[in-house]
């Protein structure tokens, strides 16, 4: 195998991009070759001129590289190179694949994936849903690939560990540094079971260009790509477009029709997206054989409600409302409806936001 610090080095030359990384390691052999070449043999290479072939030919690899490599070893992250048998199977197909990946934990090359992405400012239906369908994946055998950012993607990550599946987080800045940093823990819990990947240097801070630049990767890890609640301008919305371009599946969860959080969303389904109401929606577009027995549809035990908390379900949605309107609509004191509220909330029925706002649990 080529030493990789050939390959994390040709990635640094000015000019050298995934698609021409590929090229020239697809002409020579290897990224080592590369480096030794003459000058016209590197001409003889698509995409590369006479102003590159003299830069690749005397190009010093920086020492930052050597210490990238030294501290990504040094905190347990392996780099993985496209030639390597655990580089993702799919992922190989894109393209503009990343020639490296950074990965701390373990990454199955050829595992079943599906991506789920959507708003960070997510509402209390969104992460429920997002949960549920990620949960009812990984039980069905899926791993679950998402951005580790907040709201949505979180949310699936969360889903698929407490369903006691395996998730993958692609990150938009390198492996040292964990963003958001709210979710430390649950970086550490995706390694644990799957695993946490970066194609960024190990220190690359957060840059927001990085992010629309790693949604490649999502999708193309993935065979399909669910959207749940994005807007119009949505970040999840180039995550769609790139798996449909990539030649993958695209589905999107509805929201309310009220909701501008779902109006991307919608969009995705009125452009011929699959809309999803549960796992098996995703599973029978996929046509996958003989799935796993989902647990989504075990008979769950019922609640018995007194008719003030049935009250309360019926007049509550999956979008949140403000106490003082259910104490308008309802016509109960405000003391009863906030009482009412918790005992829902201990049920497991009801979800609090911030600002004294409630939405009902969907099942």
Known sequence: MEPLIYWLGLKTVPGVGNRLFLHLIQHFGGPEKVFSA????????????????????????????????????????????????????LLRHVHDPPPVLYVCGRLNPDSLNIAIVGSRNATSYGHTVTERLSGGLARRGFTVVSGMARGIDAAAHIGALTAGGKTIAVLG??????????????????????????????????????????????????????????????????????????????????????????????????????????????????NIAQPLPSMDTREKPTMSLTPEEKKIIDELSPYPVHIDKLVRHLSLSAAQVSSLLLQLELKGLVTQSPGKLFARCEP
Request: charge should be neutral; hydrophobic fraction near 40%.
């Open 38 to 89: 003459s000058k016209r043999e590197l001409l003889h290479v698509e995409g590369v001129n006479d102003r590159l072939a003299s830069v690749i030919q005397g190009y010093k690899i920086p020492k930052e590289v050597q210490e990238d490599q030294a501290l990504a070893k040094k905190n347990g992250v392996r780099i993985i190179t496209f030639s390597d048998p655990n580089y993702p199977t």
């Open 173 to 286: 800045c390198g492996l040292g540094t964990v963003y958001p940093a709210e979710n430390k823990s649950l970086f550490h819990r995706i390694a644990e079971s799957g695993a946490v990947i970066s194609e960024f240097p190990f220190l690359t801070p957060p840059e927001a260009h990085n992010f629309p630049v790693r949604n490649r990767i999502i999708s193309g890890l993935a065979v399909g790509t669910v959207i749940v609640e994005a807007t119009h301008r949505s970040g999840s919305l180039i995550t769609a477009r790139l798996a449909a371009e990539q030649g993958r599946e695209v589905f999107a969860v509805p929201g309310s029709i009220t909701s501008f959080k779902s109006m991307g969303t919608h969009g995705l389904i009125k452009q011929g997206a699959k809309l999803v109401e549960h796992v098996d929606d995703i599973v029978q577009e996929l």
